[in-house]
């Protein structure tokens, strides 16, 4: 089986996983390390912000992945050298995943207890850093995903949105490397849509996928039905991501109800493509899919097959409820909780760098062994999860 078509197949088998590494996420080793990582673990795609640098370190850390394969397999991992998709996301307006926090600490009252630091899932706000040599917010580390606002007890803290300028597009999207495209779109914004399709457009042939993200919203399936009927026909495989909650995996299982309840509703709405979750997944959203009958069975269509119509994603769903009627879900992304589940690795890493003044500014995570299988072991924990339980069905 060629590279290209691994990715593809676990579409079809409904087992896709795709590491997203924040549309805003710029922290270069960062990106280099999780592509890295996740790719060992048998992830299918990555996400990356459109942004050339972060486009090259995700490559690096791909064709390092690949001469790694026989000592992965080796070490009991499944990975095989094959590569996994490489996706740049855009948008088409104002969108909280293409946001970053901004602050004057200088402007921060001494006596602040500084609950912005604290809460920070991407490690981005720090004071007197002697790594960053820095106060304030991280650029390239900060993802948007708002946390700190709210809890800043001065309201110090504001953010600055970008939107993807159409005539930029271009050269990303034929950018070496770049195997799909993902747009953040939102009810009401077809025209904007159209402006960046047409934009796209000339060069879609290339791609192998092409994702729609979009959160719910009124009227949410008439409007993706429309953009279908924009984009449609598609050489590519067409996958419509269902952003539950934004940006919140690492908070707490639950979180991962709300992505799960909006998958059920676009499937429902039987649009052609693939339908894959986001938003709000962590390392129980499988087994609440398991739970609803949702993940495709090995061998089968989907589903557990029969009627449940009624039936609604909640706290108390089990797998004894009655089975859903819905077409499975082909896969799952995960951002922050994916990110995050990691974070004790690479801040390890770059501890190292500060405290070994010998050593070179930015150690790659593969030029430690330790902690490179140990990234690999924790991203292979959640990427088995769908990866490997139509295996374990068909063996009961």
């Given at each position: 089986?060629?590279?290209?078509?691994?990715?593809?197949?676990?579409?079809?088998?409904?087992?896709?996983?795709?590491?997203?590494?924040?549309?805003?996420?710029?922290?270069?080793?960062?990106?280099?390390?999780?592509?890295?990582?996740?790719?060992?673990?048998?992830?299918?795609?990555?996400?990356?912000?459109?942004?050339?640098?972060?486009?090259?370190?995700?490559?690096?850390?791909?064709?390092?992945?690949?001469?790694?394969?026989?000592?992965?397999?080796?070490?009991?991992?499944?990975?095989?050298?094959?590569?996994?998709?490489?996706?740049?996301?855009?948008?088409?307006?104002?969108?909280?995943?293409?946001?970053?926090?901004?602050?004057?600490?200088?402007?921060?009252?001494?006596?602040?207890?500084?609950?912005?630091?604290?809460?920070?899932?991407?490690?981005?706000?720090?004071?007197?850093?002697?790594?960053?040599?820095?106060?304030?917010?991280?650029?390239?580390?900060?993802?948007?995903?708002?946390?700190?606002?709210?809890?800043?007890?001065?309201?110090?803290?504001?953010?600055?949105?970008?939107?993807?300028?159409?005539?930029?597009?271009?050269?990303?999207?034929?950018?070496?490397?770049?195997?799909?495209?993902?747009?953040?779109?939102?009810?009401?914004?077809?025209?904007?849509?159209?402006?960046?399709?047409?934009?796209?457009?000339?060069?879609?042939?290339?791609?192998?996928?092409?994702?729609?993200?979009?959160?719910?919203?009124?009227?949410?399936?008439?409007?993706?039905?429309?953009?279908?009927?924009?984009?449609?026909?598609?050489?590519?495989?067409?996958?419509?991501?269902?952003?539950?909650?934004?940006?919140?995996?690492?908070?707490?299982?639950?979180?991962?109800?709300?992505?799960?309840?909006?998958?059920?509703?676009?499937?429902?709405?039987?649009?052609?493509?693939?339908?894959?979750?986001?938003?709000?997944?962590?390392?129980?959203?499988?087994?609440?899919?398991?739970?609803?009958?949702?993940?495709?069975?090995?061998?089968?269509?989907?589903?557990?097959?029969?009627?449940?119509?009624?039936?609604?994603?909640?706290?108390?769903?089990?797998?004894?409820?009655?089975?859903?009627?819905?077409?499975?879900i082909a896969g799952v992304a995960y951002g922050s909780y994916a990110r995050v589940l990691l974070s004790p690795i690479l801040e390890k890493l770059e501890n190292k760098e500060v405290s070994n003044a010998n050593m070179k500014a930015t150690i790659r995570l593969e030029e430690d062994e330790v902690l490179l299988w140990q990234a690999v072991e924790l991203a292979h924990s959640l990427v088995s999860q769908i990866k490997s339980w139509q295996r374990r069905e068909s063996e009961h």
């Amino acid at each position: 089986m060629t590279d290209l078509l691994v990715p593809l197949q676990s579409l079809k088998q409904g087992n896709w996983f795709k590491l997203i590494c924040g549309a805003s996420f710029q922290h270069l080793p960062a990106v280099r390390n999780l592509t890295l990582a996740y790719t060992l673990a048998g992830a299918d795609c990555i996400d990356v912000a459109a942004d050339p640098a972060v486009i090259a370190a995700a490559q690096s850390g791909l064709q390092v992945a690949k001469t790694l394969a026989k000592d992965a397999q080796k070490r009991g991992f499944d990975y095989k050298g094959n590569l996994p998709f490489l996706m740049v996301s855009l948008n088409d307006g104002e969108d909280p995943h293409f946001r970053k926090a901004e602050f004057n600490p200088n402007e921060c009252p001494k006596d602040c207890p500084r609950p912005c630091e604290r809460i920070c899932p991407a490690q981005a706000i720090v004071f007197d850093s002697i790594k960053e040599d820095f106060s304030g917010v991280v650029s390239e580390k900060c993802y948007g995903c708002g946390r700190c606002l709210p809890i800043c007890p001065y309201d110090k803290i504001y953010t600055a949105s970008y939107v993807t300028t159409p005539g930029a597009i271009a050269p990303l999207v034929m950018s070496t490397g770049v195997d799909a495209v993902e747009i953040h779109t939102q009810v009401g914004r077809l025209a904007e849509f159209e402006r960046l399709w047409q934009a796209i457009s000339p060069w879609a042939d290339r791609l192998k996928v092409l994702a729609i993200s979009c959160p719910d919203g009124d009227g949410m399936t008439d409007y993706l039905r429309t953009v279908y009927e924009l984009i449609a026909p598609l050489k590519s495989a067409l996958i419509w991501q269902t952003d539950g909650r934004s940006m919140s995996g690492d908070i707490g299982d639950g979180t991962t109800i709300a992505a799960v309840k909006l998958g059920q509703k676009v499937l429902a709405a039987k649009l052609p493509g693939y339908v894959q979750l986001a938003g709000g997944t962590n390392s129980y959203t499988v087994a609440k899919l398991k739970a609803m009958g949702l993940l495709k069975r090995a061998g089968g269509a989907g589903g557990d097959g029969g009627a449940g119509e009624d039936r609604e994603v909640n706290s108390s769903s089990s797998p004894s409820s009655s089975p859903s009627s819905f077409p499975p879900i082909a896969g799952v992304a995960y951002g922050s909780y994916a990110r995050v589940l990691l974070s004790p690795i690479l801040e390890k890493l770059e501890n190292k760098e500060v405290s070994n003044a010998n050593m070179k500014a930015t150690i790659r995570l593969e030029e430690d062994e330790v902690l490179l299988w140990q990234a690999v072991e924790l991203a292979h924990s959640l990427v088995s999860q769908i990866k490997s339980w139509q295996r374990r069905e068909s063996e009961h």
